[in-house]
């Protein structure tokens, strides 16, 4: 089995619906608005988010992101996944009391939970909300500057991308790189190539969260080329929300073709009906990608990693080793 590795998943995303549906007992919240059948339930991105917030809010004290964190991450290590980076949201947890100290070392307390059962390596990055606008995403960036958690290594934005400019952000971005941290910040998802190419002249960001409208314009796919600006594709979560009609509509071969520095990523799994496994599985039967390029999708993500040298390079020699391995 090819060693997987993930940069781009929302951890309320990523709450199961099995154990949304135990912490809704231990809460007594009714959950038929949002789950039905063991699923998740939603039918654009607005009630997708809606469905997002809900769950989240079924995740109260220390003890419940940390088994989240858990969870999610020993399921992951489960189907072959050596590295993941979480996206965290202060916002969130501020909704459920909880500060973002609180929240970020209970999430952390569950990476490192995971990685004591299975070896996986986890990271967080520290994520605004756009469409709070731009003091929320500074107070966030302020967080994940200032917060030093060995755990937390980037920084990031995510929600309605057609909200505001990218130039609204730029404060939060700069504080956070000056602190040391990755970036990354979603784009070319929900609005098209302009928004990506407005999130490269104005944020410079080491990762673009998607990126994959950017097949638009193909002087924006060289210029990604070029510049080495990492992609965190997520292929089913971009189909689900209809970003792309179906699968052979998808760009992501196109921007491999291109040059471009293409990863695989689940997005929030359980949502969109899909796991990082399955999103390895659909590039191979799909996009027809052999072993061999599922394994450079992995490089190229342990490659653009937030992470020390000395782990990133255990893990691309763990990648290695799988990738002999029969
Ligand atoms: N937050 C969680 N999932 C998201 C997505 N796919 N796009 C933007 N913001 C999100
Ligand atoms: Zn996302």
Redesign the pocket.
């Known amino acids: 089995m090819v060693a997987k590795a993930e940069l781009h998943c929302?951890i309320?995303?990523a709450a199961s619906p099995d154990l949304v549906v135990v912490q809704a007992r231990k809460y007594g919240v009714d959950t038929s608005s949002f789950l039905r059948d063991g699923a998740y339930i939603w039918h654009d991105?607005t009630s997708?988010?809606a469905a997002?917030d809900a769950a989240a809010g079924l995740f109260r004290t220390e003890e419940d992101y940390a088994l989240l964190a858990e969870d999610y991450l020993t399921g992951l290590a489960r189907d072959g996944a050596i590295y993941s980076e979480i996206?965290i949201s202060p916002d969130h947890a501020g909704k459920a009391g909880l500060s973002p100290g609180a929240y970020a070392d209970a999430l952390g307390e569950g990476i490192v939970r995971a990685r004591a059962s299975t070896g996986i390596e986890g990271r967080m990055i520290v994520t605004g909300?756009?469409h709070f606008g731009a003091s929320s995403v500074m107070a966030a960036a302020r967080f994940a500057a200032g917060c030093g958690h060995r755990l937390v290594t980037g920084f990031g934005m995510?929600?309605?991308?057609r909200f505001g400019h990218p130039r609204d952000y730029v404060g939060a971005f700069d504080m956070a790189r000056e602190a040391g941290l990755g970036t990354t910040v979603?784009a070319g998802?929900?609005a098209g190539w302009e928004s990506v190419a407005a999130a490269l002249d104005h944020i410079r960001p080491a990762r673009i969260?998607?990126g994959v409208r950017a097949i638009e314009n193909p002087d924006l796919v060289r210029r990604l080329a070029d510049e080495r600006v990492v992609l965190e594709v997520?292929p089913v979560?971009n189909v689900t929300?209809k970003v792309f009609a179906d699968f052979a509509s998808h760009p992501l071969p196109q921007l491999l073709a291109a040059g471009c520095r293409v990863t695989l990523n689940s997005?929030?799994p359980p949502?969109f009906h899909t796991s990082l496994a399955h999103e390895y599985a659909v590039a191979a039967r799909v996009f027809d990608l052999d072993d061999n390029a599922l394994a450079g999708l992995t490089r190229t993500a342990l490659e653009a990693a937030f992470i020390d040298e000395a782990t990133r390079a255990m893990l691309l020699r763990r990648l290695g080793d799988k990738a002999v391995a029969p």
């Open positions: 929302h309320e995303g991105f997708f988010l997002y996206f909300i756009r995510a929600g309605e991308e979603h998802e929900l969260g998607h997520c979560s929300l997005d929030d949502h």
